[in-house]
């Protein structure tokens, strides 16, 4: 059996490589063919010509032999050759024989007759078609010579005529690039320098300006030949309109300062913008913003698509180097982009108010081999025809120079605006024909700069104009086929300097309104911390309360602004406003950066109040008995008083523990949904500078590059609106319904018959009064539940502080005796607190027993005295209950000093969450968007935006959690280990 595979599959193999040999071809150049083949470009090898026949010049089809006639030519071997006889040979086109005349005898070794003289052409034919006997020559007049085919005389180039009345250019004559110049007339010296072009710093004997620029710049200047200055002003365009004259006529042999000389034409007079005969090259008779800035533009540009004027319309006059006027063709995106992409891309740059950039690696080789050379005057087409009308575009080279000085690269007034120009030149940089050229020089950027039009609601803009910079390119470029950067983009402007001062005055009026509630805050801050005077501490609390307020300020405004352009921008149909460009958006994002920096200096300055406050739990519960314990011998018995159990202070500071970074919003909620509609919905996407407002992008289709401020308008729009949403479910149903975690705490304190005191300032801060209706808390479940019974069933007095009060919740104002009284006992509870108190671990030593003693002892009496305080039960030291006035809660400051006496103020019931992340939910909410923003502004990716946007508030949280976390266990004497 394996036998027989073995065979089947040496059969399959065989007709495998039978097939595979019949269609594989050996490649063979066309260079190996010799005179008697020709290469076939079918078969790609060499294949003999017919009998009598031979290859022609190129190698790629046969002709007859001289001596031989065509009788039939099918190509190559279907052609056949018939011998003419003696003394004959084939006729010019080959199809008949001819005998030869006696001045141009036959030869015998080739075959032919002999050639005419050079200044004779070859007569086979009478002017009638009939076929001569003979062939004979006939000599030219002298004002005529032969043409190329040898056949036909043909006129003299009308220079040499004007100057020898013959075709003969001889001495004193001069005879340059085919053509005759008189003795005496304006021809520059041949000279190295003339021809030589510059390309960063070298420089290259250029053969184009070998061949033209001599003859072209005087004929231009003698006869203002069209042509001949065509030439000299393409000459001057790849020169990158560089000249270096002086005022005296051929001061330089520039051909940008030969063009201006020419274009003089009276010495001393301004050389004429628009000379007769020759290109416009300058603009020389205008400001600079005459030419930008005037209402030459009459279209009235639209956003809608349905109209014409929708689409910019732009047309270019073509020319060859040599001057030949190519005619005109109407711009698409190809034409003036060296980027290769889709027509639907390329040709997005025409769609009025569209910010457009496309930029790309191209190959080096294709700029020498893929492009022909052409320059171009570009013009913008206005009306329908048969009324249309060209607006000239001027164009700024950026590599113009001027003295050694780039001016097109500083001050606009200081501009030279040219009009003609090209995208790739690999011509003037050859040194000699059919030679790779040394340099190539490219437009390696185009931008085309569209403003609108001051004080327009039509849509008219200002004249626009190209701004183009050229590199060049060595031929190791070529040789290496290395990868080179190309861009073309459209940038749109307007002027701002209106809607900017409104902005600005919004920023003034409300910097000052945030400049007088720092000063608020900072005035409520000195009466609360007890001082009198302004200090320096006063005034860094004054810059720190105003970084806050500032920061929101800025955010506000420039918020408002970007939304409001966004909104008005792509519901326009007339334009009247266009999205800020780049350098326009910077002052946006120098604002929004300082915005940020802001709020985190006010961040950083609510977490260390946060973790510094000073927090005490006053535990109610009186012991319940005594119980006997045995003495030093059995006989002895004493009686000890029963402990109040720890337990329901550790409950409570567990709880305070957790909600310390509570917060209104689901942070992992608040990013995914956010980014569910920026990245899913496509909310992104209304982001592009362009009229465009859709939720998809088609991949075919130009992706606009997203405006900043309409990034951030729409960014922070969804994220405020989702946290927005977010803490009204939170506060009118999740609270309402199912759990609010700062009342059910309060509700705790009171089942724990565990009061909080706050101290958030020196004497400033709230009270939770969380006694027990019952006066006993630490008991068992039964008794527990029966006095939340009684307490439901209104048998037992109300909770609050006062007498048939519900008011648990209070904002305090601290005499300062109480203030001082409480440090001085409150001194060995933080400065000899023992490591188990704050999270350490081991066994205490002596001294640390010691130390906890006194700690403990510290804490009875605290307890003790804050317990008596609100008891009313110290003579120095009371306490008043009030409501603040309106204005005073409006304000959040006290209108009287404080406090010789202590005043408690009723509260909304959870007054004391400013020293939690619960009540400081807009601040927070305020800086996630900024670093959301700003995280998106530096990596352009929402995603990434609100990965670390969630990371960085969840470690905001956990250093919140962590700092509280120690200050309570420092605060209240609670174990840190048992805060979990």
Known sequence: MAGYLTMLFVCFYIIFVCVVAQYKEAYISPSLCDESQFYDITKLSCVKCSENATRTEDGFSCMCKSGFQMVENF???????????????????????????SEIPYVELEQTCSPCAPDAITVERGVNGVLEENRTCVKCEEDTHPDETGTKCVRCHESYINATKTCACSDPNHEVNGMCFAEGNPVLADTPSLYQVSYGGKTVNSQ????????????????????ACQVLGNSCVVMQYIHSLTGKRQASTNPCAQYLDISTPVSGKKPDERPESMPWLYYLDKTVSSIISNDEVKTEFSFQSS?????????????????????????????????????????????????????????????????DMELWDLFLVQGEEPNESLLPVSVLVLNYEQNGEKVNQGNAEDWQL????????????????????????????????????????????????????????????????????????????????????????????????????????????????????IDFLTLIKLVVFACGPVATMFFVVQFGAAFWWLIVFKNQSKV??????????????????????????????????????????????????????????????????IPVSIWRTYLVANEWNEIQSVRKINPILQIVTALFFLKVVGFENLATADPNANFRVNAAEYDCPDSRMGRFAIGASVYLTVAVVQWAFFAFIYERCLADKIRQFVDLCSVSNV???????????????????????????????????????????????????????????????????????????????????????????????????QCIQAYVTINKFLSSFIDHALKDLDYVTKDKLLLENVLDVELYDLFESGIFFSDNGHSFDKVLFYGNELTLIIFDVLLFCIIDFAAHDFVLAGILTYLITQGIAKLRDSGGRQNLAKKTLVDQRFLI
């Open 307 to 371: 109209d014409i004027d929708s689409q910019f319309r732009f047309r270019i006059a073509r020319y060859t180097l040599v001057g030949t006027f190519l005619g005109f063709e109407d711009v698409e995106g190809r034409t003036l982009q060296l980027c290769v992409a889709g027509d639907q891309k390329l040709n997005a740059f025409l769609t009025f108010g569209t910010k457009y950039k496309e930029e790309c690696s191209i190959s080096a080789r294709d700029l020498w081999d893929g492009h």
């Open 75 to 101: 190509g190559n071997i279907n052609l056949q050759c018939k011998y003419c006889g003696e003394e004959k040979t084939h006729t010019l086109e080959s199809w008949n024989c001819i005998g030869c005349a």
């Open 576 to 641: 009247m406003f266009i999205m800020p460009n780049d350098d326009e958006e910077f002052n946006f994002i120098i604002y929004m950066s300082c915005a940020f920096a802001l709020k985190c200096i006010d961040l950083v300055h609510l977490l260390v109040n946060q973790v510094t406050v000073d927090i005490f739990f006053i535990d109610w519960e009186k012991p319940r008995g005594k119980i006997n314990s045995p003495g030093p011998s059995e006989a002895e018995v004493s009686a000890k008083t």
């Open 418 to 533: 040219t009009r003609r120009f090209y995208l790739v030149d690999n011509v003037v940089g050859k040194t000699d024909s059919g030679s790779v050229a040394s340099f190539v020089r490219y437009a390696k950027q185009i931008q085309l700069v569209i403003k609108l039009r001051d004080n327009t609601a039509l849509g008219q803009i200002n004249p626009p104009y190209l701004v183009i910079e050229y590199a060049d390119l060595p031929k190791k470029s070529y040789t290496d086929d290395v990868q080179i950067p190309a861009s073309f983009s459209v940038t749109y402007s307007m002027n701002r300097g209106k809607y900017n001062g409104d902005v600005e005055a919004a920023m003034i009026v409300l910097a000052g309104a945030a400049g007088l509630y720092a000063c608020l805050r900072t005035w409520g801050w000195s009466k609360r911390s007890g001082r009198i005077a």
């Open 208 to 227: 184009f300006m070998r061949q033209h620029y001599r003859g072209s710049t005087a004929m231009c200047r003698l006869s203002k030949n069209v042509t």
């Open 755 to 853: 009061s909080v005191f706050i101290m958030q300032y020196q004497q400033w801060g709230y009270y939770i009064h969380g006694r027990s209706v019952s006066g006993v808390a630490d008991t068992d479940m039964l008794e527990i539940y029966q006095q939340l019974k009684r307490e439901e069933q209104s048998l037992r007095q109300t909770r609050g502080l006062l007498p048939n009060s519900d008011q648990q919740t209070f904002q305090m104002g601290l005499p300062k005796k109480l203030r001082a009284h409480y440090d001085r006992i409150l001194a060995p509870l933080t400065a000899n607190q023992p490591a188990q108190m704050i999270g350490g671990v081991g066994q205490a030593s002596s001294a640390t027993d010691r130390r906890f003693e």
